[in-house]
Nanobody, 125 residues
Framework: VQLVESGGGLVQSGGSLRLSCSAS????????IGWFRQIPGKEREGISC????????DYEDSVKGRFTISRDSAKNTVYLQMNSLKPEDTAVYYC???????????????????WGKGTLVTVSS
């Protein structure tokens, strides 16, 4: 199981970025995939997840309405479209899977997750 994040970079406040989470070693669209972020000195927080049950999508309140999670099954990739970015969105962003169907297992029971190495997003004011 391997996850590789990409798409991070430097963007001005109000701008947009699309992060990609490319999966290998397993079929991503039959498992829940989550996005997390970590600000230096703070705990990693879960911000979004897409499950396989009715394509359910969950968002943490601070990103709701600005971020959108989606899948491309043909590319075995999950995306996080981030719009209206704010300086407080600056963090290292990670994707993860618990190889389960439900977002609860990847977002809450994180000890069993497989993680990517992360991609840095910096939002300037």
């Amino acid at each position: 199981v391997q996850l590789v994040e990409s798409g991070g970079g430097l963007v001005q406040s109000g701008g947009s970025l699309r992060l990609s989470c490319s999966a290998s070693g397993f079929t991503a669209d039959i498992y829940a995939i989550g996005w997390f972020r970590q600000i230096p000195g703070k705990e990693r927080e879960g911000i979004s997840c897409i499950s396989t049950r009715d394509g359910q999508r969950d968002y943490e309140d601070s990103v709701k309405g600005r971020f959108t999670i989606s899948r491309d099954s043909a590319k075995n990739t999950v995306y996080l479209q981030m719009n209206s970015l704010k300086p407080e969105d600056t963090a290292v962003y990670y994707c993860a899977t618990g190889l389960s169907f439900d977002c609860y297992y990847v977002m809450v029971l994180t000890d069993g997750n497989h993680w990517g190495k992360g991609t840095l997003v910096t939002v300037s004011s």
